[in-house]
């Protein structure tokens, strides 16, 4: 079985300030990551993955296996960043897409 | 053309009645995905088709809820005898074959059971 889990429900952080929304997994075998991005009235749209290991809109995010973690940081914060944020997993069926129950970042002025 | 179409965008109901809820992938898209996006509750997989097939009708919530896909392409989503609890945004999605990086999202549908 694949399990998602974002303990925080709500972020709240300042402008410039840095922020980590975090995400656990639970997968036995070798995991696909996903962060999802859904700004307000919009539709939910990739942000990264983890094979790519890139920075997108200032954000990284990296694999721990042994903690099996895959927490999303940014150093500082813009306002233009409050969203809602979803991590996702894939696994070896690799058709299945298994969400989080996401994390509500909102950056203040 | 577009993106991944939803329709209707909205869709008000009385408890007890049928509804039907339609996806248009983007062409040439071989895999589609529901699922229902609901507060508190992240988004809940559904169901996943390749092609016209559906390999995992796993995450289906009762037998008042089914789906199909015709034609490779358009999805429809039919919840019979709809309940309150069955209020909530219903999401589809498309990639090229299990491709999560071109995976596009639709609108949604917000469905409201009365």
């Known amino acids: 079985a694949q399990r998602v889990t974002q303990p925080e429900k709500l972020l709240s952080v300042f402008k410039g300030a840095p922020v980590e929304l975090k995400c656990n997994y639970s997968?036995?075998?070798?995991?696909?990551l996903f962060w999802y991005v859904q700004y307000s009235r919009q539709r939910l749209q990739l942000l990264l993955r983890?094979?790519s290991r890139e920075s997108i809109k200032g954000f990284t995010a990296d694999l721990n296996k042994g903690e099996t973690s895959f927490h999303l940081k940014k150093p500082f914060a813009q306002e233009e960043d409050s969203a809602m944020y979803y991590c996702?997993?894939?696994?070896?069926?690799?058709?299945?897409?298994?969400f989080g129950k996401g994390t509500l970042l909102t950056v203040n002025p | 053309g577009a993106g991944v179409s939803q329709s209707p965008s909205n869709k008000v109901t009385e408890k007890g009645k049928d509804v039907e809820l339609r996806c248009d992938p983007i062409?040439?898209?071989?895999?589609l995905y529901w699922y229902r996006q609901s507060l508190g509750q992240g988004l809940e997989f559904l169901i996943y088709?390749?092609?016209?097939?559906?390999?995992?009708k796993s995450g289906l919530p009762s037998d008042r809820f089914s789906a199909e896909r015709t034609g490779g392409s358009v999805s429809t989503l039919t919840i019979q005898r709809t309940q309150q609890e069955d209020s909530a945004v219903y999401l589809c999605?498309?990639?090229?074959?299990?491709?999560?990086?071109?995976?596009?999202f639709g609108s949604g549908t917000q469905l409201s059971v009365l």
């Open positions: 088709f390749q092609g016209n097939s559906a390999p995992d």
């Open positions: 999605a498309s990639s090229p074959r299990q491709r999560f990086e071109k995976l596009f």
């Open positions: 983890h094979i």
């Open positions: 062409s040439g898209h071989t895999a």
């Open positions: 996702a997993l894939s696994g070896g069926s690799n058709y299945k897409l298994t």
């Open positions: 997968y036995s075998g070798s995991p696909e």
